[in-house]
């Protein structure tokens, strides 16, 4: 049985290069969960990881086991947006709305997620269960770009998208920032974070 790797098979979404390009983004499924808080410290963060994950797993294991079909689990991805969007570049981040996420192949159905979800209550029973959901999401036009460094330095990179690139090329922004987290932080030093940043645009 081969197993499906999207970082690979789908290359323009998951390893754009370290330079801002345009791009237009297919509809694609994800497992969702929303939230607030700073990522480092709000419990909300850590709860909403621990459901997804466990879910994500548990669907990759029915999908091999009952569907013939096995895949490598896609990485972690994450809408944010504030009240005062100023707060991304002050770094404010306990004033941050989130969703975070993990993409879903389109073969796996509200029953199989279902199952999965129940699954999962039976064995671990995450506190934030509750709140994951599925749902396809629709970006379309949009500017990326691979950031290599830790989080905190991506307001410069930000801030030249936003200021620079995205006005210049004609588009004004729509829709919330996105990040994608190629690497764990656990195991990947600062420095050599990989992370694609995503800015959906409409042209003027």
């Given at each position: 049985?081969?197993?499906?790797?999207?970082?690979?098979?789908?290359?323009?979404?998951?390893?754009?290069?370290?330079?801002?390009?345009?791009?237009?983004?297919?509809?694609?499924?994800?497992?969702?969960?929303?939230?607030?808080?700073?990522?480092?410290?709000?419990?909300?963060?850590?709860?909403?990881?621990?459901?997804?994950?466990?879910?994500?797993?548990?669907?990759?294991?029915?999908?091999?086991?009952?569907?013939?079909?096995?895949?490598?689990?896609?990485?972690?991805?994450?809408?944010?947006?504030?009240?005062?969007?100023?707060?991304?570049?002050?770094?404010?981040?306990?004033?941050?709305?989130?969703?975070?996420?993990?993409?879903?192949?389109?073969?796996?159905?509200?029953?199989?997620?279902?199952?999965?979800?129940?699954?999962?209550?039976?064995?671990?029973?995450?506190?934030?269960?509750?709140?994951?959901?599925?749902?396809?999401?629709?970006?379309?036009?949009s500017v990326q770009i691979m950031h290599v460094?830790?989080?905190?330095?991506?307001?410069?990179?930000?801030?030249?998208?936003?200021?620079?690139?995205?006005?210049?090329?004609?588009?004004?922004?729509?829709?919330?920032?996105?990040?994608?987290?190629?690497?764990?932080?656990?195991?990947?030093?600062?420095?050599?974070?990989?992370?694609?940043?995503?800015?959906?645009?409409?042209?003027?």
């Amino acid at each position: 049985m081969s197993k499906v790797d999207f970082k690979k098979t789908m290359k323009e979404f998951y390893n754009p290069p370290k330079k801002f390009m345009s791009v237009v983004v297919p509809e694609m499924q994800f497992i969702m969960v929303d939230g607030h808080g700073d990522p480092n410290t709000a419990q909300e963060y850590k709860d909403a990881l621990e459901a997804l994950y466990a879910v994500a797993y548990k669907m990759k294991f029915i999908s091999k086991k009952t569907l013939e079909k096995d895949y490598v689990v896609p990485p972690l991805e994450g809408l944010w947006w504030a009240e005062d969007m100023d707060t991304f570049l002050t770094r404010d981040k306990s004033a941050w709305d989130w969703t975070m996420m993990i993409m879903t192949p389109d073969w796996i159905t509200s029953e199989t997620f279902a199952d999965a979800v129940e699954k999962v209550r039976k064995k671990k029973n995450p506190a934030a269960l509750g709140l994951v959901r599925i749902e396809s999401y629709t970006e379309g036009l949009s500017v990326q770009i691979m950031h290599v460094g830790s989080y905190d330095d991506e307001t410069p990179v930000l801030a030249k998208m936003h200021s620079e690139f995205i006005p210049s090329n004609g588009f004004v922004e729509r829709g919330k920032h996105h990040e994608i987290y190629l690497s764990d932080p656990r195991r990947v030093a600062p420095e050599k974070l990989k992370t694609v940043l995503r800015q959906p645009v409409e042209k003027k």
